[in-house]
Nanobody, 120 residues
Framework: QVQLVESGGDLVQPGGSLRLSCATSGSFFRINTMGWYRQAPGKQRELVAQITSGGNTNYADSVKGRFTISRDNAKNTVYLQMNSLKPEDTAVYYC??????????????WGQGTQVTVSS
């Protein structure tokens, strides 16, 4: 069973920083793209950032220049460094991973989410 476990969410003041982590555990062949999504109250889940196994990245326009996604392939872990946080960044942040399972098919796994609140 593959599991994604996020950590790092917290309450932070505007302008502050947070670092989210997402570790993948279980048995599988490999992971392709990993990403972070977020969902604010009353809104749809949206892509924040993605990173391929080769290190290519993609960001939502709203976070470009403020957030940085990275990964440690040896640890099957993805990170999201969030700087210059704004109240509109408040949301539940979800980790996502495209995993090649032992059954030899690709499957999209999701973490349980971690709350990020930006408020003074």
């Amino acid at each position: 069973q593959v599991q994604l476990v996020e950590s790092g969410g917290d309450l932070v003041q505007p302008g502050g920083s947070l670092r989210l982590s997402c570790a993948t555990s279980g048995s599988f062949f490999r992971i392709n793209t990993m990403g972070w999504y977020r969902q604010a109250p009353g809104k749809q889940r949206e892509l924040v950032a993605q990173i391929t196994s080769g290190g290519n990245t993609n960001y939502a326009d709203s976070v470009k220049g403020r957030f940085t996604i990275s990964r440690d392939n040896a640890k099957n872990t993805v990170y999201l460094q969030m700087n210059s946080l704004k109240p509109e960044d408040t949301a539940v942040y979800y980790c996502n991973a495209d995993v090649l399972t032992l059954q030899k098919y690709w499957y999209d796994y999701w973490g349980q989410g971690t709350q990020v609140t930006v408020s003074s």
